[in-house]
């Protein structure tokens, strides 16, 4: 059968054992799916979801009925007072960046308990100089970087007593760093030691690969706002653009107000037909989460075997959807992307090679043969072209087409 697709039978055989030998991880992930699936229905009925409000707006986007519908079910899910989950928010990056717009002022402090965040915030954050950065607007940036995949605990109380912070960032996901991502516990752990010393601290949770991965949202243990982009988990596939941002009424009105208009805020925004999108995405995310899941748990099953590093293991516990390996050799990160790019079902006969990306210091090379332009849902696989040459693997909107790709790169590098 794969012998069409150009695998050779040595890859075929080698996936068939890790699929025998994976049955107990991914059971773990059908309970979770289930839980997951649960949620969004619940949400769904409690909010009376409609064949109505499919319908979009134009022009202002006033009497939006779908668009308000869809943002207090994400407020539902996620636990939280208040969302927006607007089309005008082309990236994660985009809203993080109006969120931190939203929340500080002249002379404040943003301080990242996560070290440095992802590349894209350089510019935002001013790190790297531009005009337009928050350090423009005299707002000033400190990190503290983690010890050990842990929260120097010590330091940020520290930082807390001596200093006045206005937004601590925690950025849950690794992004293009060696670390693990952050989970859900250690989050609750270090925010309880926050707000021993500063109850008014506003904490800013990056939640980006990391939706219905766990059972419990980052709001449910006491972080006030959280960010996230819908061409990553919790669009499903379905939504072509997007991002959501959720938390109390207070930081929400300020966010929307920076998105739009002071004064008219969440008010205005129109959905453009984009609502059945939203909507259906979020349907099917529990499921497509779930098939990136076991897709980077065969990953990292299969890369191990072949003696790359990986992280995490196959039997770790997850905290996102990204999984990394370890290639110590610039070809075959190129190879290995080259072949994601080949199993893709969009521009499969495009040739992913290394370039100067917006945002990033290093050539990076990228493979994404999806539907939806960067989408990182949909299998894709990137790294930046520097030492240890590591790979940053994601999504998969079927397991069986995510396992395809897969299948595809690692016959490409066993080739070499």
Not at 107 to 112: E, P, Q, T, V
Not at 248 to 258: D, P, T
């Amino acid at each position: 059968m794969f012998k069409q697709f150009g695998i050779k039978e040595e890859t075929v055989l080698l996936f068939k054992e890790a699929e025998k030998n994976l049955k107990e991880e991914f059971s773990k992930i059908d309970e979770l799916t289930e839980y997951q699936s649960l949620k969004v229905l619940n949400a769904f009925h409690k909010n009376g979801i409609s064949d109505i409000h499919f319908n979009g707006t134009t022009g202002y986007g006033y009497g939006d009925l779908g668009r308000d519908k869809i943002e207090s079910v994400f407020a539902d899910i996620f636990k939280a007072e208040d969302a927006l989950v607007r089309n005008q928010l082309i990236s994660g990056t985009h809203a993080l960046t109006v969120t931190l717009f939203a929340l500080l002022r002249p002379n404040d402090i943003l301080l990242s308990i996560t070290g440095k965040p992802y590349d894209t915030l350089d510019e935002v954050i001013g790190i790297k100089h531009n005009n337009s950065s928050l350090k423009s607007f005299n707002i000033n940036y400190e990190q503290i970087d983690l010890i050990d995949n842990e929260f120097d605990v010590e330091k940020i109380i520290d930082t807390l007593k001596n200093k006045k912070i206005k937004v601590i960032e925690i950025q849950r996901s690794k992004g293009y760093s060696t670390r693990k991502s952050i989970s859900i516990e250690k989050i609750e752990k270090v925010i309880k030691e926050i707000r021993k010393i500063d109850k008014d601290v506003i904490i800013m949770i990056d939640n980006c690969y990391c939706e219905f991965v766990n059972k419990v949202e980052p709001i449910e243990i006491g972080a006030d706002v959280v960010v996230g982009s819908l061409i990553k988990n919790l669009g499903g596939g379905i939504a072509p653009n997007g991002a959501y941002i959720v938390g109390s009424k207070g930081i929400i009105e300020l966010v929307a107000e920076r998105l739009t208009v002071p004064g008219e805020g969440k008010e205005v925004g129109p959905s453009l037909g984009i609502n059945k999108q939203f909507l259906q995405g979020l349907f099917l995310s529990p499921s497509v989460v779930s098939s990136a899941l076991k897709t980077a748990i065969l990953t990292s099953y299969v890369l191990e075997k072949l003696g790359f590093m990986v992280e995490p293991r196959y039997n770790e516990e997850r905290v996102d959807i990204v999984e990394m390996i370890t290639f110590n050799d610039e070809n075959k990160l190129i190879k290995y992307c080259q072949g994601i790019q080949m199993g893709s079902p969009i521009d499969a006969g495009a040739v992913p090679l290394p370039w100067d990306m917006p945002g990033y210091d290093d050539k990076i090379i990228m493979a994404s043969g999806s539907f939806n332009q960067g989408s990182s849902i949909e299998l894709s696989c990137d790294g930046p072209i520097k030492k240890p040459y590591i790979a940053y693997q994601q999504g998969g909107l079927t397991y069986e087409y995510g396992k395809l790709g897969v299948m595809k790169a690692v016959d490409l590098i066993t080739k070499l």
